[in-house]
């Protein structure tokens, strides 16, 4: 793979059926499960679409968030880190809000004709976790990874594989190992876009790191 075509990557087209909205904690601890997440969606032949993929200040984050689940067809909701902050004594319910706008979008959006009906899938850390934070969606049972990367990517692929049009997608073992062989040759793809292993493999550099996994999936589909 060239360096022009790490840095000149065209932009995705945003497909409705392919786009999924992902809403979960934006830090640092959780970093490992989000990328295993995004590789996992986009090796399912699917598009991922965050509230932070664009950092520009012409449009309302509130706005940015409610455009960007009005594009997509699914979202992928985790509720691990709705509790009380150590420094505030508050809880984070930018997570749950989140899901609230989504379900919204499901009731009451319209998916047009020939488009597929919306869909979201609820994750959280550990059993029952849900029924505490968001006990209005009793029934929606959420699917438990218990911070393990791996287990998320199986969710993800579990969820995906029956809204996929296309190619079936492969299984949750075989995209986990395609993710371990994307992750050993990360140190490469950071050293042609002359950027350090630390700043891609660090939050700041989400929107990087994910220009790499999609190349590398271009070049690694089959």
């Not at 009380?84 to 997570?95: E, G």
């Not at 020939?114 to 505490?132: E, I, K, S, T, W």
């Amino acid at each position: 793979m060239s360096e022009r075509g790490l840095r000149r990557l065209p932009p995705v087209s945003a497909q409705f059926e392919r786009c999924v909205f992902v809403n979960c904690p934006f830090d640092l601890d959780y970093l490992p499960l989000l990328h295993a997440m995004l590789f996992a969606i986009h090796d399912c032949g699917f598009i991922s679409r965050m509230s932070v993929e664009d950092s520009g200040s012409n449009e309302m984050r509130i706005e940015k968030i409610i455009r960007i689940i009005g594009d997509s067809c699914y979202s992928i909701h985790d509720i691990s880190r709705v509790e009380v902050s150590k420094a505030t004594s508050l809880p984070r319910f930018n997570m749950p809000f989140e899901c609230g706008l989504a379900m919204g979008a499901i009731r009451y959006g319209r998916s047009g004709a020939g488009r597929p009906q919306r869909d979201f899938l609820l994750m959280a850390a550990v059993p029952f976790q849900d029924r505490v934070t968001l006990s209005d969606l009793a029934g929606q049972d959420p699917e438990i990874h218990g911070n393990d990367p791996q287990r998320l990517v199986a969710a993800v692929r579990g969820f995906l594989s029956a809204k996929a049009t296309g190619k079936r997608p492969r299984g949750a073992a075989a995209i986990w190992k395609r993710y371990e062989r994307f992750q050993s040759q990360l140190p490469v793809l950071a050293e042609r876009l002359e950027i350090t292993l630390a700043e891609i493999q660090s939050f700041s550099y989400l929107r990087d790191w994910s220009w790499a996994m999609t190349s590398w999936l271009r070049t690694n589909f089959a």
